[in-house]
């Protein structure tokens, strides 16, 4: 998720000058799914790639 959350921000810092309300909404957004993904790996206690595989 390193990568796409550099990813995210490149294209929040083009957008920002066209459209600052959009680009909160995006950014909150953005946030609220990625804490999910990260919440749910933790409370499945994943470690590494190879746990999600079991």
Known sequence: LAFSSISHLGWMTVIISYNPKLTLLNFYLYTLMTATVFLA???????NLSTLMT
């Not at 790996?41 to 470690?47: F, G, R």
């Open 41 to 47: 790996m933790n409370s499945i206690k994943v470690l």
